[in-house]
């Protein structure tokens, strides 16, 4: 069986962005665990979530100009995660703008990011 790195690694591939439901509470993480934070559960199945979310919280300070960072995202299926945003201007960055999955690749690894878009 593939691990759960694994199978979030072949979602960014195809440029999807998977995450894991709790069967037992449908408890919905984005983080590879092995036991619900919920509930404690170790019943997971693979959801493809749709990408689109919004910035929930800077999780580090923007300079002026040309900024990145990372953020707390929260993906419409109601999950958040900790995410890398890709650089941009920092006037496009601020609780509650949305963000679209964008697979960056780092150092051979594939990481999800996210990019600001129109609202
Ligand atoms: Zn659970």
């Known amino acids: ?5 694994q199978v979030f690694q072949d979602g960014l ?8 439901r709790c069967r037992w509470c449908a408890g919905r993480s ?11 559960g170790t019943e997971f ?3 493809r979530s749709s990408g689109q979310g919004r910035i929930y919280r ?7 100009g040309e900024a990145g960072g990372t953020a707390v995202v ?9 995410a890398r945003l890709v650089p941009v201007p920092a006037h496009r960055l601020w609780p509650g ?3 679209r999955l964008e697979v960056t690749e780092d150092g051979g690894a594939l990481r999800a990011a996210f990019r600001p878009v129109a609202a």
């Open 97 to 99: 703008a949305p963000v």
């Open 1 to 5: 069986m593939p691990t759960a790195e």
């Open 45 to 47: 199945d693979w959801k």
């Open 74 to 82: 929260e993906l419409d299926e109601g999950f958040r995660m900790n």
């Open 58 to 64: 800077m999780a580090a300070p923007t300079s002026a």
């Open 13 to 20: 591939a195809l440029g999807e962005l998977r995450y894991q």
């Open 30 to 40: 984005a983080q590879l665990r092995l036991l619900c934070a919920t509930c404690g």
